[in-house]
C-alpha cells in the first residue's frame, strides 16, 4: 500500500487530468481533434494509474503525459487569433499552478516518507480510521 503522502501525490495528478480532460473537451471541434491524442494518453494514464504495479512510475508518467497536454493547450490558445494574450497569460497561470501542486505533492512523498515502524492509519473504503494502537 502507497503511504498517505504518495495517495496525495497520485490523487493530485488524477485531478489535474481530469481539469485538463475537461477543458480539452471544450475546445473548438478542430483543437479537440488536433489534441486528441495528448488528451486520451493523460486519460489512459490516469485510468491505468488505479492498478498500477508501480504507482510511483506510473504517476510519474500521468505527470509527463498532462504537462504535454498543458503545453499544447496553451500553444493552441496562443496560436488563435481569437484568444486575447490576457487569456492566454491566465490560462498558462492556471495551469502551471495545478502542474506546480502536483510536482510539490510528489516531492514531498518522495523526500519524506513515513518512519520505520510507524502505525497504519489508512483503512479500506467504508471503514473507520485507526488511530495508533498501544
Known amino acids: 500500500m502507497p503511504n498517505p503522502r504518495e495517495l496525495v501525490a497520485t490523487l493530485l495528478g488524477v485531478?489535474?487530468?481530469?481539469?485538463?480532460?475537461?477543458?480539452?473537451?471544450?475546445?473548438?471541434?478542430?483543437?479537440?481533434?488536433?489534441?486528441?491524442?495528448?488528451?486520451?494518453?493523460?486519460?489512459?494514464r490516469a485510468l491505468d494509474l488505479r492498478g498500477a504495479a508501480d504507482p510511483r512510475s506510473a504517476g510519474r508518467g500521468l505527470q509527463r503525459a498532462n504537462e504535454k497536454l498543458a503545453d499544447a493547450m496553451v500553444d493552441s490558445a496562443q496560436a488563435d487569433p481569437d484568444v486575447a494574450e490576457s487569456e492566454v497569460i491566465r490560462l498558462r497561470?492556471?495551469?502551471?499552478?495545478?502542474?506546480?501542486?502536483m510536482v510539490?505533492?510528489?516531492?514531498?512523498?518522495?523526500?519524506?516518507?513515513?518512519?520505520?515502524?510507524?502505525?497504519?492509519?489508512?483503512?479500506?473504503?467504508?471503514?473507520?480510521?485507526?488511530?495508533?494502537?498501544?
Do not use: M
Open 15 to 44: 485531478r489535474v487530468a481530469r481539469a485538463l480532460h475537461g477543458r480539452w473537451q471544450r475546445l473548438s471541434t478542430q483543437e479537440r481533434d488536433r489534441l486528441s491524442p495528448l488528451a486520451e494518453d493523460v486519460r489512459e
Open 93 to 101: 497561470e492556471e495551469l502551471s499552478r495545478e502542474l506546480e501542486r
Open 104 to 134: 510539490t505533492a510528489e516531492i514531498g512523498a518522495s523526500r519524506n516518507p513515513p518512519p520505520p515502524g510507524a502505525p497504519q492509519t489508512w483503512t479500506r473504503a467504508g471503514s473507520a480510521p485507526t488511530g495508533p494502537r498501544r
